[in-house]
């Protein structure tokens, strides 16, 4: 398994929508351009709030076409990786802080058949992921402090995904970078452009009316950005 890293994805986050009934919210996401669901894990220790376990994993992988890309916001992440794989996640993403040996989490997670990814706080440096980038499938740059939908964008995360960036293209890691938090048309674009091409995607899609348009217009708006890049090199 392998992320198509030459394209973008718009992964609706499943914790934004209705937790009692999670399948039907994620039927309302289902447009054709939609590839995963993003699902985030919470315990109620590494972050202030208490989310889904893996049966609701096992529901969605079930009950939805979408592969699922799952957020580990937990204390002992460690012993829970084999839990969420076997449940059904296809991206399985760990927190820097959240275990004690990042590098060999990290292959034990693609060696049970996921997909690794990596998630950075706010306030964590980039530089504690430098000797892992060649491993990782996937670096999610947090743009809010993880715990809760609605938060407000933190602005400096733009100048991590462009650092993130550069080192990607000077060492040519193949990871993706996706980003989380805040995320909608007004900076998804700006985001497109620092580097990111994974976007999680919560009230900016489910607090909306009309969500299948609210996606439509978050994917015109990368789209635009990619145009204007396109005449900018001509």
């Not at 399985?92 to 959240?98: D, K, P, S």
């Not at 009316?209 to 439509?216: I, N, P, Q, V, Y």
């Amino acid at each position: 398994m392998s992320l198509n890293k030459g394209e973008y994805q718009i992964l609706p986050s499943i914790l934004a929508g209705d937790a009692g009934k999670l399948v039907e919210e994620a039927h309302s996401v289902d447009i054709t351009e939609i590839e995963y669901l993003h699902v985030d894990v919470m315990d109620g220790h590494y972050v202030p709030n208490l989310t889904m376990g893996p049966d609701v994993v096992k529901s969605l992988k079930k009950n939805t076409r979408f592969k699922l890309d799952v957020h580990l916001m937990i204390d002992n992440a460690s012993e829970m990786i084999p839990v969420f794989i076997d449940a059904g996640a296809d991206i399985l993403t760990i927190h820097q802080e959240g275990v004690l040996h990042l590098h060999r989490e990290i292959h034990r997670i693609k060696q049970l058949g996921a997909l690794a990814g990596v998630s950075l706080n706010p306030a964590t440096s980039l530089e504690t992921l430098r000797w892992v980038l060649p491993d990782l499938d996937l670096v999610l740059i947090m743009c809010v402090n993880p715990g809760f939908s609605g938060q407000d964008f933190i602005e400096s995360s733009m100048d991590k995904v462009k650092q993130l960036a550069q080192w990607k293209q000077r060492d040519g890691a193949k990871l993706v970078i996706e980003v989380d938090g805040g995320i909608g048309p007004a900076n998804i674009g700006k985001m497109y452009e620092a580097g990111a091409r994974y976007f999680v995607a919560g009230s900016a899609v489910f607090y909306q009316s009309d969500r299948k348009a609210a996606l439509h217009k978050l994917l015109h708006a990368i789209n635009s950005e990619r145009t204007r890049q396109g005449s900018l090199q001509v």
